[in-house]
């Protein structure tokens, strides 16, 4: 039997000391001491890493009695956990979030201070974990934060990849993937616990046997064992005791492993094996919305999966004599397909290994799991071949073929003769080479499936999931998506933050709604006049910020007008081009007219196989070679690209911007979350009704958004009536200009050849209508710069749009998912109290 490590009633800390103590004189203590004995360095020879490391042990220090009580609580009441199964986690810096979380901004500024150091350097010394591509990692890491705030128990679960995304360098206009060694210093937020590791099975065949009671039982005979090492992360909550674990697993051979080959002399083949399973970890896969069905993707989807769901099971154990009642205790959320497979280890996991009948089984998974869909791409839906499938997984193809043939008799019982909805249906595709469709395996799986924002979960109903809505119209359910208005206020702008707290205090951060109450202020001159400097401040700093890393100087009293997100065609980066380049021809036609100065921001790392947006990248770069060097333009417009957009460049990039780009082609994003972050911050967005734009729209007034474009309907009716891009080239001379110049060879030294795949695939496909848009977006810009002009206005506007953005905290979506999904409650986690001299 598995025991708790400790005996958890007896906690030994129980009072401040060193380690736990908050007051100013006890944290330079803590730090100095941390320099010392964990760094092994005088102040005088230590540098700015060590410094931060120092600082790092001190605060996880200061979270560790509130984690240990957390857990405490939680095994003590036995309490219903939900586990948010993710293969990202984008969370990154953790040192400005503790800070925060524990109140302990301005002492530990102090205490830097009288140490004679600089708390923003050591800040900026932390390297950001870049555990995940984009917005659904980043969503992950929202997430984990809510539920920690709202006290509600949760575990995240996901791999501890040794490197995380690539760092994107720029080269000659390209971009270049330098790997990502963020762990190359240690990391000092995760503990290790080795003595929770599990054991994963891969490969091999099964075979059948007789148990005890003379049924028929399958066991796995695997080929190969890898050992999961737990990484535990502590989450915690804003404003409240609540530490929860990020637990993310790396992968170790076995002990045992190759023992034979070793023995036998071969040692340099047994080492070479053990390398083998510890890739499993290695690296995160760079694809956002793009999967590339790799073997070792899978083999890392399965490998977390398997080790998560052992963990589960385990800590259920502790409590109770059988798994029966799982869904009583766990609640397993799947973030996408990638954990899918969690459902086919699950029930071989209660079959195999805890001797469940099928239909128990059955029961228990549905009623334990929840799936979330990110994607309406239909290439983006995981697919994998059965053949692979079969040599990693075995156990889990025989299982997936059996929930397969029970779930088609129902379909074929309520709809007799219709083979093709059973083709659709299948778990299996079989129009050609045979596939396990894993979207398909999590709907069958769950008792919940939802989409991330209003029309993304319409449109799964209606058409990327519609034979499954059919089937169970209940299931299905729309949470859009949030953002934790800690980092993404407070913690990128402080001093928006501190002029919210000077109207209505601190109440805002764990409830946004609270800032409609400031509405009044909107036609404050003195609200809008500080309200004008936070944003020229915040605006100064990302120009200082270019100034330092791309040498181009830029005026903040120009428009900030930004584009930062994956680079995607769908996306449609290469719209904002277009238009850069029809103001610069506008210019060219007539160099003095007046056009409201403007800086274009771009953000964002391509997929390192994805030609298309690599070509968009340097699109963008070459546009901005020409145009920021032309004096015609006389500074009126700039474009930047910053390379190496992450967490970090992003709390620089958001408070700064006047005009956040949203440009998708409806019907393509499912939700987004920059634009949220964008909003909150006093941005305007120029967008179509695509993901979350239409409720951000519907918040902030449709007078303060700044629409155009077709809609998902007007899209698919387009396409249905045969779109050629051409005739839009042709009967519009301002886009045929345009194009005409990006095909001369305007912008590549006059070399026709380098952009011409982007050209003919916009001439001849256009398959996110780019042209059919054109026109409305070049005219919503006019629109955009007449208001820009009238400052009064925009600033009206702009303060409106931060006002109204309760709906995207994260907290709201969470408390959803707990009352809709999960049926959770907050469970509150007491401490003593310290005294009043530490408080
Ligand atoms: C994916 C989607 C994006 C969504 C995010 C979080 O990245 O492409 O639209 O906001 O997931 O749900």
Request: with cysteine; proline share 4%; glycine share 6%.
């Amino acid at each position: 039997m598995t025991q708790p490590l400790i005996p958890i009633d007896q906690c030994p800390i129980q009072i401040e000391d060193d380690r736990t103590g908050t007051n100013v004189e006890t944290l330079k203590r803590a730090f100095a001491d941390n320099l010392f004995y964990l760094q092994g360095k005088y102040e005088s020879l230590a540098t700015q890493d060590d410094f931060y490391m120092a600082l790092a042990y001190t605060l996880r220090d200061r979270l560790l009695s509130r984690w240990l009580k957390t857990t405490k609580t939680y095994m003590e009441k036995d309490v219903k956990v939900v586990y948010y199964l993710s293969a990202e986690f984008l969370m990154g810096r953790h040192m400005g979030n503790s800070l925060i979380n524990l109140h302990l901004y301005d002492r530990v500024r102090q205490a830097v201070e009288e140490s004679g150091l600089d708390l923003d350097e050591i800040l900026e010394h932390e390297p950001d974990p870049g555990l995940g591509n984009g917005g659904l990692g980043r969503l992950a890491a929202c997430f984990v934060d809510s539920l920690a705030t709202l006290e509600i128990p949760a575990v995240g679960y996901g791999i501890r990849y040794e490197f995380g995304i690539f760092t994107q360098a720029i080269r000659d206009g390209w971009q270049a993937e330098v790997p990502d060694k963020w762990l190359r210093f240690g990391n000092p937020w995760e503990i290790a616990h080795p003595d929770q590791a599990v054991e994963v099975k891969l490969g091999g065949h099964t075979e059948m046997y007789h148990n005890e009671k003379g049924e028929y039982k399958v066991r796995w005979i695997p080929a190969n064992r890898v050992v999961g090492i737990p990484y535990d992360t502590p989450v915690p909550g804003y404003d409240t005791n609540t530490v929860n674990p990020l637990r993310l697993w790396r992968a170790e051979a076995s002990d045992d492993f190759n023992f034979d080959a070793f023995n036998a002399g071969n040692y340099d083949g047994a080492v070479a094996e053990k390398m083998r399973s510890e890739t499993i970890s290695k690296v995160l896969y760079p694809n956002d919305n793009t999967p590339q069905g790799k073997q070792l993707r899978l083999e890392q989807q399965f490998f977390f999966v398997s080790c998560s769901l052992q963990d589960i099971i385990r800590t259920h154990l502790l409590r109770h004599p059988s798994l029966h009642n799982l869904h009583d205790t766990a609640a397993i959320q799947l973030n996408d397909t990638h954990p899918a497979v969690a459902i086919a280890e699950m029930m071989r996991l209660l079959m195999d290994e805890h001797e469940m009948d099928w239909n128990t089984a059955w029961r228990v998974t549905q009623k334990t799991f929840s799936y979330t869909n990110h994607t309406l791409l239909p290439e983006a839906l995981e697919k994998w071949s059965v053949g692979l499938f079969e040599y990693l997984l075995p156990r889990h193809l025989e299982i997936i073929y059996e929930i397969n043939r029970r779930f088609l008799e129902d379909v074929k019982r309520w709809y007799p003769g219709d083979d093709n909805l059973i083709s659709r249906l299948s778990l299996i595709d079989e129009s050609g080479e045979k596939y396990v469709r894993m979207a398909n395996l999590a709907c069958v799986g769950s008792h919940a499936v939802n989409g991330v924002a209003a029309l993304h979960t319409q449109l799964l109903k209606q058409d990327t999931l519609r034979d499954f809505y059919r089937l169970w119209p209940g299931k299905f359910i729309n949470k859009t998506n949030g953002v934790t208005p800690r980092r993404w206020i407070l913690m990128c702008n402080p001093k928006l933050a501190e002029l919210y707290n000077s109207k209505i205090g601190e109440g805002w951060l764990k409830d946004l709604s609270q800032l409609k109450q400031l509405e009044k202020y909107v036609d404050d001159p003195d609200f809008c006049q500080q309200w004008r400097e936070i944003k020229l401040h915040n605006k100064r700093q990302l120009a200082q910020y270019i100034w330092e890393h791309n040498g181009i100087e830029v005026d903040p009293h120009s428009m900030f007008d930004i584009q930062v997100k994956r680079i995607h065609e769908y996306k449609r980066q290469h719209l904002n081009l277009l238009h850069i380049i029809a103001l610069y021809n506008q210019i060219k036609q007539n160099p003095d007219q007046h056009i409201v100065p403007c800086t274009f921001i771009f953000g964002g790392k391509a997929a390192p196989g994805y030609f298309m947006a690599k070509l968009i990248i340097k699109l963008t770069n070459s546009v901005a070679d020409v145009i920021n060097h032309d004096p015609d333009v006389r500074g009126r417009l700039k474009i930047v690209f910053l390379n190496n957009f992450n967490v970090s460049l992003g709390q620089r990039i958001y408070p700064a911007a006047d005009l956040s780009e949203q440009v998708s082609t409806a019907g393509k994003e499912a939700s987004g979350t920059g634009n949220m972050k964008f909003a909150m911050n006093g941005a305007m967005t120029i967008g179509t009704l695509d993901g979350a734009n239409i409720e951000i729209r519907e918040e902030a007034g449709e007078e303060n958004f700044f629409l155009f474009g077709l809609t998902a309907q007007e899209v698919a009716d387009t396409k249905a009536k045969g779109y050629n891009p051409r005739d839009y080239y042709s009967s519009n001379p301002s886009l045929k200009a345009v194009i005409d110049r990006i095909a001369a060879g305007y912008f590549s030294h006059g070399d026709k050849e380098l952009f011409k795949p982007l050209v003919d695939s916009l001439m001849y496909h256009d398959q996110y209508m780019l042209f059919a848009d054109y026109q409305a977006y070049v005219d919503c810009h006019k629109q955009v710069s007449k208001t820009y002009s009238d400052q009064d206005k925009w600033t009206r506007m702009s303060i409106l749009n931060a006002l109204r953005m309760a709906k995207f905290s994260s907290d709201r979506t969470i408390r959803e998912y707990c009352n809709e999904i999960w049926n959770v409650q907050p469970v509150p986690i007491e401490m003593e109290e310290y005294s009043q001299e530490n408080a």
